[in-house]
């Protein structure tokens, strides 16, 4: 994906998701509850690390994402 030029709308609207979508790959989500922190920044990285690691349907819903 970071090889991939980025779009203007991406440029314009700061949506990385944009440079995706508009170089015609599809984008999948599953809904969780309660929703994970997001990670703007490398230190806010652990403390979503953390809270995988302390919740089982979190650790299941990350191997079934990432096929580990």
Do not use: C, W
Request: net charge negative; charged share 20%; glycine share 4%.
């Amino acid at each position: 994906m970071t090889r991939l030029p980025a779009s203007q709308i991406e440029i314009a609207k700061l949506i990385e998701q944009m440079r995706i979508l508009e170089n015609g790959f599809n984008l999948s989500y599953i809904e969780v509850a309660p929703a994970l922190p997001s990670i703007n920044e490398p230190g806010e990285l652990q403390e979503l690390l953390d809270l995988l690691s302390g919740d089982s349907e979190q650790q299941h819903l990350l191997k079934a994402t990432t096929n580990s």
